[in-house]
């Protein structure tokens, strides 16, 4: 099986599509903003994932500017500030736990992720950027984005945006922006049994 050496120096198998190594976060963000039309498709892609029982108990709350972006951009933490405030938009990302009839959704958090990757892969495909972001003030997501904290758990944010270049931020902030390495597939995929 052939490989090939993709940009940031992700080695794959010819077989493999080239959108999942293409997908990468970048911190660089440009000031060009979204078009309304763009943030739709990207919303489009995220409702098309797959979900237990398609009950898509995903939820995305977003902001691009005004005062509900100076309220999101306040939930992150000091080091996201240092670079997602320049994105276009921040979108605040919940999984609903609780259906109506009070029983949890045991899958919420894992057809969360696969709406997230929807997204994430079609922004690439639409020449754009995202990067997830844990370093969030989990609490203050709920007030930011008016989402009852009874049926959501705050998953993460997200940074949308046109990519730039590395050399237009900080030193500092560019460290840790690319991160290429993966664990071996025959450490985390196993025919048959995990312990012998
Ligand atoms: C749920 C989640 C939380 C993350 N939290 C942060 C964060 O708080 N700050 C940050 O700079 N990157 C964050 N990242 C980005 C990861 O570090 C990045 O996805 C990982 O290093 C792999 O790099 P890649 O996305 O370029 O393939 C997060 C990613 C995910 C999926």
């Not at 080695?11 to 440009?30: C, G, I």
């Not at 758990?153 to 560019?174: K, M, R, W, Y």
Request: hydrophobic share 45%.
């Amino acid at each position: 099986m052939g490989e090939t050496n993709f940009r940031n120096a992700r080695v794959a198998s010819d077989l493999l599509d080239r959108m999942f190594v293409e997908r990468w976060s970048s911190k660089a963000f440009t000031d060009d903003r979204l078009s309304e039309q763009q943030i739709d498709v990207l919303f489009e892609a995220a409702h098309w994932a797959p979900s237990s029982s398609n009950r898509q108990p995903w939820l995305f709350v977003y902001a691009t500017d005004g005062p509900d972006r100076v309220r999101f951009n306040s939930v992150l933490n000091e080091g996201n500030t240092l670079w997602a405030t320049r994105a276009s938009m921040l979108v605040l990302v919940f999984a609903r736990v609780v259906d109506e009839e009070g029983s949890s959704i045991r899958t919420a958090h894992f057809d969360t992720g696969a709406a997230w990757m929807s997204l994430a892969l079609q922004a690439n495909r639409m020449g754009l950027n995202t990067r997830a972001m844990g370093g969030i003030d989990l609490d203050a997501a709920y007030t930011a984005a008016g989402v009852p904290r009874e049926e959501f758990q705050t998953i993460c944010a997200i940074a949308v945006g046109v990519p730039g270049t590395l050399d237009d931020i900080d030193p500092d902030i560019a460290k840790g922006n690319i991160a290429n390495d993966r664990n071996p597939i025959n450490e985390i995929a196993f025919p048959g049994s995990y312990l012998e």
